[in-house]
Every structure is written in C-alpha cells, then in structure tokens.
C-alpha cells in the first residue's frame, strides 16, 4: 500500500515540488537499489534463526520511510525516504516468503499466490487511499495511515511463532552470490529479472504518461487498480496452475506476453485502450507471476531459502532501479515508444537466456513435497 501511494503521487511531486521526470526515476530507482543491499547483506539472515526479526523490523523502518514521503517536500529528503522504505522491504520480503514456503511445503503455489494477492491487493489500495485523502486533507495524510498500518504489522509480527533453522542447520554462508553458479537457479533469477525491467519503466512513466496524452488524475489511479485487481483475485488461482505446469514456463509465457503489453503501452494512442491492456496484462501477471519465486524455491539448497529468494528479489529490485532510472530518461529525451520498446526486447533475450540457463530443468514440476536439485524443499 506504501509503494502503490507514493506511485500515485509522482506527478503531484513534479507538478508540486519541480522534481524532473529524471528526478522521479531516480526516486523510484533508489528505493530499489537499497532494496537490492538490503536484500543481499541481511534477508540472509533469516534462514540463520532472524526470519521474524528481520520481518518485524523491516515494516517499523518502512514505516519511517512512509512519514518522510508524507512530509517531504524536497528531492533529497524524499530520497532518503524512500531509501528507508526500499531497505525495510528489502529487509522483510525474503524472510516473508521463507515463512511461507516451509509453513506448508506440499501447497507452496497456492500460498505464494495469496501472498502475491495480498501484496498487490495493498498496491492496488494506495491509489485509493491517495484518491480519498490526498487532495482533502494534504499529500502527507495518506502516508500517515500507511505508517500506522506498518507499525501495527511490525507489532504483530513480533508476536508470531515461527520455524526458525535450527542452530545445527545453519549455513556457513552468508551471502547468497555463491548460489548463482547452479545453472537453473541463475536460470530461474534471469527470467525474474525480466519481471522488474517491466515493473521499473511502468513505475517510472505511467502516471507522467497518462497525464501527457490528456488524462485526468483519477482515470490513472483506475489504470493502476485495473491492472492490479485480476492478480488479487487470480493469485493463488495462477500459484496452482504455476505449480501444475511448472514455475519456469508459467513464468516465461507470461513474460513474453508482457512484453506484447509494453509494446501497446508505447503505441496506443487512447487512454481507455491502455486501461484495456492493462487489464488483460493484469490477468497474464495474476496467472504467471509467482513462478520464479516458486522456481527458485524449487532448485534452492532447502537450508538456505531465505538467501535464494534474497538473491532473486535484491537482483529484481536492483535491475528495476536501473530500469526506472533509464526509463525516466529515456521518456524524457525520446519519448514514450522508445522507452516501451526497449524494455520489451530486453525482456524478451532475459527470458530466452534465463530459460537456455535452465536446460532440463525448465520443464521442472512441483509435484507433492517439492523436490529440486537439493532434494526435499
């Protein structure tokens, strides 16, 4: 909900404060980058017995980061900000999806699926939020109630029993990098990075996009809940049918077809025909999209799930800060088909390469209690 508020108010930022299109990729970058350290130096730390103290910490330091979006008016103070919101995610994510795939090993697609609802479901409910409070009561209030809710959350988090390693299953290794020279697993993470190439240049443009061809602030908050809404409903719906037939070609036909959607974006000319795509690119999403991080939960060593996911995610987010970043100068200097267009064919050679990583394992299938290249998951 705290990314979906401040997505919906970057041009209130440009319009408001004179923060330039670049400035406004850079923004959304840096909470990416940091995501990417965090995600890297201490989700690992969760599969060393930290997982419910990385969670419980990672939303009261979000929540820090939400108050300063509300109340900052100036680029550097929005950007430290927006760092403390990237790090806390960074912080908390892994160590989420680690909870939930060894909670309940046999359903691992339907139950990253309801995280992937909930997740976007709270994206989808910051524009909203924004809608009903922003212009009425100030720019800060919606961010307000973010943190609010952020804190609670960490509160609560600190009071659940969870499956920490034990002391004797412990990896030596800290970080994660080490992974990357399975072929499948690097497989499994490039095709994921095509995820955030998408995800960093939609975030950068899309609401400066929509206001340059004409249209009315609400009408971009809908786009945003339009394409959000189908992989709320279709979550866990699209975690089963990744689990049936397979994370790694869920994930690559639904990325392929999510770069046909990036094409439309930069050539459409009409809002509500960028609305339709976005609906029909939200459903391809809802169905696909859990399938890297079940893939990587998949082929990872099972002692060190919280370190794969960090690898994938902190990788993700840090190629979504470059993206985000090219993507606000690119639409800058040459406009909207330029920038679409090259994200769309970046995707398309990340997913071919990720899938010839994977070799035999592409075809791989979550069958029962998951079994990957390291056994049991």
């Known amino acids: 909900m705290g990314y979906g508020v401040m997505f919906t108010v970057l041009d209130d930022f440009r319009d408001k404060y004179g923060i330039s299109e670049t400035k406004l990729g850079l923004l959304v970058a840096a909470g990416f980058f940091m995501s990417f350290l965090s995600q890297i130096l201490i989700a690992p730390l969760a599969d060393h017995g ?10 009261l330091i979000e929540a820090v980061g939400a108050l300063g979006m509300g109340f900052g008016k100036s680029f550097s103070v929005l950007l430290v900000a927006r760092i403390l919101m990237g790090f806390g995610a960074g912080m908390a994510l892994p160590a989420i999806r680690r ?9 691992m697609g339907r139950n990253l699926g309801r995280v992937l609802s909930v997740d976007v479901g709270g994206f989808a409910m910051g524009p909203v939020l924004s809608a009903l409070t922003a212009d009425q009561f100030g720019l800060a209030t919606p961010f307000i109630i973010v943190a609010c809710l952020m804190l609670t959350a960490g509160l609560v988090a600190s009071t659940l029993q ?20 399975t072929p499948a697993l690097a497989g499994a993470i490039v095709i994921g990075l095509a995820l955030f190439i998408m995800i960093g240049t939609f975030d950068a443009v ?46 690559s036909g639904g990325l392929l077809l999510g770069s046909a959607c990036m094409l439309l974006y930069g050539n459409l000319p009409g809002a509500w025909m960028l609305l339709s795509v976005g609906i029909v690119h939200g459903i391809i999403d809802g169905l696909t999209v859990t399938g890297t991080g079940m893939a ?36 800058e200097t040459f406009g909207r088909r330029t920038t679409y267009a090259i994200t769309a064919s970046v995707m398309v050679v990340l997913v071919i390469t990720g899938a010839r990583l994977a070799g035999s394992s592409f075809k791989i299938k979550a069958s029962g209690e998951a079994t990957g290249l390291y056994g049991t998951v």
Do not use: C
């Open 206 to 251: 899309w609401s400066v996009m929509m206001e340059d061809i004409g249209s009315s602030t609400w009408m971009s908050n809908l786009g945003i809940t339009l394409f959000a809404l189908p992989l709320i409903i279709l979550g866990p719906i699209g975690g089963k049918l990744t689990h049936r037939i397979g994370p790694f070609v869920a994930a």
């Open 50 to 59: 930290y997982a419910r103290r990385l969670v419980t910490f990672g939303f």
């Open 99 to 107: 909870i939930v795939i060894l909670s309940d090993r046999d359903n």
């Open 296 to 331: 990587v939960g998949l082929v990872a060593p099972p002692a060190r799930l919280a370190s794969a996911q960090g690898l994938l995610g902190g990788l993700q987010t840090l190629v979504g800060g470059i993206s985000a970043t090219v993507a606000g100068f690119t639409y």
């Open 162 to 181: 969870i499956e920490e390693t034990a002391q004797e299953d412990r990896a030596d290794e800290h970080l994660a990098f080490d992974l990357l020279k």
